[in-house]
């Protein structure tokens, strides 16, 4: 989601914050709601600032290359004629589980993205990146080559109208392309009147098909599936609609549905409503629990929609499993990358078919 659209008390992060260690008190780095959360921390978690820097969402983790990407925060600044937010796709140049990182580790991919939001790793290595688009630039699904920054499009229009502004995005073992498309670039007042609905999307690459598998959605955002693919989850954070606001009425809530024949949803149901705040960014381990951002960090839940711990960080908008054992979880907080250092391991990287050198070799 884009900040502009965002309500969240996010304290500063002092040199002296840069390590929290884990224990239930007023400081907690991480709660425990019930004992099953012991298996996602084990015995000796931390989190920890890994470097300051402009990070808001869309991050990725390159194994071949130790290295998450990810998305800087919307300003204005960026080409007049898109008449759109300027946003930057950064790297950073991981080194195991060594924190905190130098900022020169921080470089910038050249890719001519408009107002990128969420992205996700293509089967082929390129980065796929959901641009919210602009007045003038449309809003669509597009592949970013890392090492060039060239920039591919995919997908802007479904049945001939232009998307809205396209959230998050996923990558199915198949190819296809799954994501959503609220209607933020609207209401931030940087995209047209919608022509379709809030959305979420499933593109067939092979057969350049577009589909829309749910329509029940005030603004659908983050979105994961479970490491089976048999179940997709989603966040509605319709209590988001104009900057700043918070509608406790509208949707804040985690929804499942079962994946039929990887291609259709049926079966919606409630997994859980997050407080405070709506949810953002969404991801599964490799056991199956379910991690959604709040206004209070990350909230873990077990398959069954249970709370069973929290990773306390105000300020947390996205997330994604990576280092060597997959064991560590990069978060993005606008103003710095933190890493959770855990038990719980992200699902198994997909195979990864490149047409071009990692980068660095």
């Known amino acids: ?211 829309v598998v749910a329509d029940s959605f005030d603004k659908p955002n983050g979105l994961a599936f479970s490491p089976d693919e048999r179940v997709l989850y989603v966040t509605d954070s319709g209590a988001n609609q104009e900057a700043g606001s918070f509608h406790v009425g509208r949707p804040h809530h985690v929804l499942a549905y079962d994946v039929i024949d990887g291609r259709h949803l049926a079966g919606e149901r409630l997994l859980a409503v997050t407080t405070p705040g709506f949810p953002d960014g969404l991801k599964v381990d490799a056991a199956g629990r379910v991690y959604a951002s709040a206004f209070s960090g990350v909230q873990v839940f077990d398959p069954s929609g249970d709370l069973i711990g929290e990773i306390r960080l105000p300020g947390a908008v996205n997330f994604a499993f990576g280092g060597p054992a997959r064991n560590v979880l990069y978060i993005t907080t606008d103003d710095a990358i933190w890493a959770a250092v855990l038990d719980a391991t992200g699902p198994p990287a997909p195979a990864i078919t490149r047409n071009r050198p990692p980068k660095g070799a």
């Open 1 to 211: 989601m884009s900040k502009l659209s965002a309500l969240r008390e996010v304290p500063p992060h002092g040199a002296d914050a840069t390590e929290r260690v884990a224990h239930d008190g007023g400081d907690a780095a991480f709660v425990t709601h019930d004992p099953a959360f012991h298996a996602v921390l084990g015995d000796a978690p931390r989190l920890v600032r890994v470097v300051a820097t402009d990070a808001h969402e869309g991050p990725v983790y390159v194994a071949d290359e130790d290295a998450l990407y990810f998305t800087t925060l919307p300003r204005a600044g960026g080409d007049p004629a898109s008449a759109g937010p300027y946003v930057e796709i950064e790297r950073l140049a991981l080194d195991g589980e060594r924190f905190p990182l130098e900022p020169a580790r921080v470089t910038t991919v050249p890719a001519p993205v408009t107002a990128a939001n969420g992205m996700a790793l293509g089967l082929d290595g390129r980065l796929v990146v959901c641009e919210q688009g602009s007045g003038g630039a449309p809003a669509r699904i597009s592949r970013v080559d890392p090492a060039t920054g060239d920039l591919e499009p995919v997908i802007d229009a479904w049945g001939g109208l232009a998307l809205n502004s396209p959230n998050d995005v996923v990558v199915k073992r198949d190819g296809t392309i799954w994501f959503t498309d609220p209607s933020y670039g609207h209401l931030q007042g940087f995209r047209p009147a919608p022509l379709v609905g809030d959305h979420v999307y499933r593109y067939d690459p092979a057969c350049d098909r577009l589909t």
